[in-house]
């Protein structure tokens, strides 16, 4: 049997241009921190992810931030 992923989508909005897009979460750590380029702009963002019982909270921001 294929191995279910933990894993949920949330729309993120760019830090630079403003746009939204899709992002899809691993839900299965608690916190994470990467950059990602924007699907629009390219510029690169930081994102912090946190994982609670109840809740995620997806944070974006620019390099400056």
Do not use: A
């Not at 760019?14 to 924007?38: F, K, M």
Request: hydrophobic share 30%; aromatic share 6%.
């Amino acid at each position: 049997l294929p191995m279910k992923l933990d894993t949920d989508s949330v729309m993120i909005r760019c830090p630079y241009c403003g746009e939204s897009s899709e992002v899809v979460i691993d839900l299965s750590v608690t916190h994470q921190e990467y950059i990602e380029d924007c699907f629009v702009c390219c510029r690169p963002m930081t994102m912090s992810i946190y994982v609670e019982e109840d809740s995620l909270r997806v944070e974006t921001r620019n390099e400056t931030e």
